[in-house]
């Protein structure tokens, strides 16, 4: 609206002029406008005293301030439960668990509750096993086997002759018909439905004193000690789902990066499984187009919101070839288990992949706790590192590799799909030395005893195929302890709690002359320093 002038100019006026009515009512509601405005201000104003000065509330704010003053005050909190016409409290709804009030991942050792360590029986094992291939595999699960310690079953889709079962092994239980579920993966097998159930049909079978559900496959090796040792970390009475991803990146952007695989091992509480249980077919029934067993039960596992909680030591090994690199670089956390042993080669140099898993476990029998475990040291006269993997290898480099290199894995080995590429693996990797003057000298476990309470390892030098080329091409420069066949490495066993709060072991040279040499490996000190900053 244009405002009223009385000096516009004659040849405007017509076009820019007001009617002098028109003027006066623009005035008067401006005018109006004006007077509602402030009416609306004073009223607001009366309303908000009135609120601050009235006897409620300034009781109401004396106490709030004698609360904060007082010694009963917790940070300032405001004690709502003094009020007495505060809002009612809604009730819980029905699926709330009000037992729960600690987070449900916490550890024991956390909550400072020592009285709830379980033992070997009880835990109940869920084997998935073959019928075609359980003469064979039946070796592998004989080797770590304890019948008068453990519970658990073999699950087959058929019942084998009963000669292919001993008291050695865990008792053959077939597993229920499950033709009336739905599969539809293209690639996969119906198989994975049958498995998926293992921990139903367990749960089932009302054993008593379970505390935990163990699930893995014929092909797995369990170390058993260290798995009651990382469950006692946990509150059985929780609902728990512990395990590890696959170290092949691509198994895990198919599965899932936050999903058990159940190859090397799911650990399951009682609580979880009886949730399981009580819904577990129907699931499933959910999910027909998924490949296998272990993303069927991540998938009911995480309708039930339940999240994975990783533990380092359960392996999957979705290798093939060559598991020098993974063996010699084992995480600093208790080894729990391993997976798809009749796909990579033989461990230990000149014995069979059977022999081999014997002396492997063997020496994983001998100390437990320590297993695979690493230590790194230097030998500043000779200017060498030894990296030592308890029960392994040990490796001698002609020169000094800092720790930081080290606890990457050699790339000795390709995905479960052949592929070979380093961003294949969820873990860090690093190149073999391509120069033979800088590759180590390899000694492997000959043997194992024990010497009270230590442990005695005799590791014998492996002859290389690049030994002559070696001595041609890195003179005068020889190969580092030329004479040396045989290293013993004397080891300490380490404290009951180092899988809580674990650390590299430590690790001093012990010259004994040019044709032995002997190392000691232990449980570092408090306070102590690394290796490297000890030998240079």
């Not at 052949?418 to 294949?424: D, I, S």
Request: net charge positive; aromatic share 10%; glycine share 6%.
């Amino acid at each position: 609206m244009l405002p009223c002038h009385n000096n516009i100019s004659v040849t405007n006026e017509r076009s820019t002029r007001l009617p002098r009515s028109r003027c006066r009512r623009w005035r008067q509601s401006r005018a109006g406008i004006a007077f509602v405005a402030v009416a609306a201000l004073l009223i607001s104003t009366v309303a908000w005293l009135s609120l601050v000065f009235s006897g409620t509330t300034t009781h109401r704010w004396r106490r709030l301030k004698y609360w904060e003053g007082s010694p009963h005050s917790l940070s300032g909190s405001i004690p709502w439960s003094s009020f007495p016409d505060r809002l009612p409290i809604p009730p819980l709804p029905p699926w709330f668990d009000s037992s729960q009030d600690t987070p449900r991942n916490r550890s024991l050792s956390e909550r400072g509750n020592g009285k709830r360590e379980i033992s070997l029986n009880n835990i109940v094992f869920g084997i998935a096993g073959s019928s075609h291939l359980w003469k064979r595999r039946r070796e592998i699960v004989r080797l770590w086997w304890r019948p008068l310690e453990m519970r658990g079953h073999i699950w087959l889709e058929e019942q084998v002759p009963p000669e292919e079962a001993d008291d050695s092994l865990p008792p053959v239980m077939v597993s229920e018909d499950i033709s009336r579920f739905r599969y539809t993966n293209p690639t996969g097998h119906p198989s994975g439905l049958r498995i998926s159930r293992i921990l139903t049909e367990s749960f089932r079978l009302g054993l008593p004193n379970v505390r935990w559900f163990v699930l893995g496959d014929d092909d797995t090796v369990f170390n058993v000690d260290n798995l009651v040792a990382v469950l006692n970390k946990y509150d059985h009475s929780e609902m728990m789902y512990i395990g590890s991803p696959s170290e092949s990146h691509s198994a895990n952007a198919y599965f899932s990066h936050s999903m058990a695989f159940g190859g090397g091992g799911i650990a399951i509480s009682y609580p979880l499984a009886k949730a399981l249980s009580n819904f577990h077919d129907e699931c499933i029934e959910r999910y027909p187009k998924l490949y296998g067993s272990d993303d069927r039960l991540h998938a009911c596992i995480t309708e039930l919101g339940v999240p994975l909680t990783r533990e380092h030591g359960f392996h999957q090994w979705d290798i093939r070839g060559n598991a020098h690199g993974l063996l010699s670089s084992h995480p600093i956390a208790p080894f729990i288990s391993i997976h798809h042993v009749e796909y990579v080669d033989p461990f230990y140099p000149g014995l069979s992949s059977l022999d081999s898993l014997k002396l492997f476990t063997k020496a994983m029998k001998t100390e437990p706790r320590s297993f695979l475990q690493r230590s790194i040291c230097y030998d500043r006269e000779r200017h060498l590192t030894f990296s030592v993997s308890l029960g392994y290898v040990v490796q001698v480099f002609p020169n000094i590799v800092l720790p930081r290199e080290l606890e990457r894995s050699e790339h000795t080995y390709v995905a479960w799909n052949k592929l070979g590429h380093p961003q294949e693996f969820d873990h860090d990797t690093r190149k073999s030395y391509k120069s033979v003057c800088k590759k180590p000298v390899l000694f492997f476990l000959k043997d194992v005893t024990k010497d009270g309470n230590a442990t005695l390892g005799s590791y014998s030098r492996a002859k290389a195929k690049d030994d002559l080329k070696r001595k041609v091409f890195c003179f005068p420069h020889p190969p580092p302890l030329q004479y040396v066949q045989n290293i013993q490495v004397l080891g300490y066993p380490l404290g009951k709690n180092w899988h809580q709060v674990p650390r590299r072991l430590c690790c001093k040279v012990n010259n004994t002359g040019d044709e032995a040499f002997q190392l000691t490996v232990g449980q570092c000190e408090k306070g102590a320093l690394s290796s490297f900053t000890d030998s240079l």
